[in-house]
């Protein structure tokens, strides 16, 4: 079936491991997103994808790295996770609009 | 850089009630707006968008939303809400240079019986 799908759905980490939020997208198309949703703060863009291979940042990108090294896969990548990070993280694609993922629960203990 | 004011944190209305939710962006140039819906423990979907043309855009479930460029505003409406309303809503902005969208901190709407 077309669409974005994010894994895992929950995830509980330990401060200072390493966690990684997967992406995978069947449309082929060229941008992805990956947001973080808090309370009070609405959605904010961590990284985002122009194409494979092409990244740049969002609005809060320190401590997290992304990878593009094939179209359909953006994954999100806590290098030492921190309590902060504690948030549910969306997944997007974009073609002439934007295509959210159900959300990853990352609670950081 | 483009930003996005929502300042309806919080709405409550009675079934029937007849809703307008704020959107304001920053913005001077050529702008696609949009307005999502988030039910409750579910991910974002799209409830309309405006790229061009008719500034009054229809959308899903009876909701619409006018674009205002003098006001830049992007004001969603819809003449009676439903129970199943209940959600939130974010507006969000990208502008014609950029893909990424900016949003808005979303507005909660409580629909009561």
């Known amino acids: 079936d077309a669409g974005i799908t994010q894994s895992p759905r929950y995830k509980i980490t330990e401060t200072g491991r390493q966690v990684t939020l997967m992406c995978h997208q069947t449309w082929s198309h060229s941008y992805m997103f990956w947001y973080r949703q808090d309370l009070g703060h609405g959605l904010r863009l961590i990284y985002y994808?122009?194409?494979?291979?092409?990244?740049d940042k969002g609005e809060v990108p320190d401590g997290y790295v992304v990878s593009r090294s094939k179209t359909e896969n953006f994954p999100l990548t806590l290098e030492s996770a921190t309590r902060s990070q504690t948030s549910v993280y969306f997944c997007a694609s974009r073609g002439s609009e934007a295509f959210f993922g159900q959300g990853t629960r990352l609670t950081v203990v | 850089a483009q930003s996005v004011s929502q300042h309806n944190h919080h709405v409550i209305l009675s079934e029937a009630a007849s809703l307008e939710l704020g959107c304001n962006y920053s913005?001077?140039?050529?702008?696609?707006l949009f307005w999502y819906v988030q039910y409750p423990g579910q991910h974002l979907q799209l409830l309309l968008k405006y790229f061009s043309g008719d500034p009054l855009v229809k959308g899903i479930k009876g909701f619409e939303a006018e674009f205002i460029k003098s006001k830049f505003s992007f004001n969603l409406r819809k003449p009676s809400v439903q129970w199943s309303d209940t959600a939130e809503y974010f507006c969000?902005?990208?502008?014609?240079?950029?893909?990424?969208?900016?949003f808005g901190t979303g507005t909660r709407l409580q629909v009561t019986l």
């Open positions: 969000a902005v990208n502008t014609g240079t950029a893909s990424k969208l900016t």
């Open positions: 994808s122009a194409a494979a291979d092409i990244t």
């Open positions: 913005y001077g140039g050529t702008v696609n």
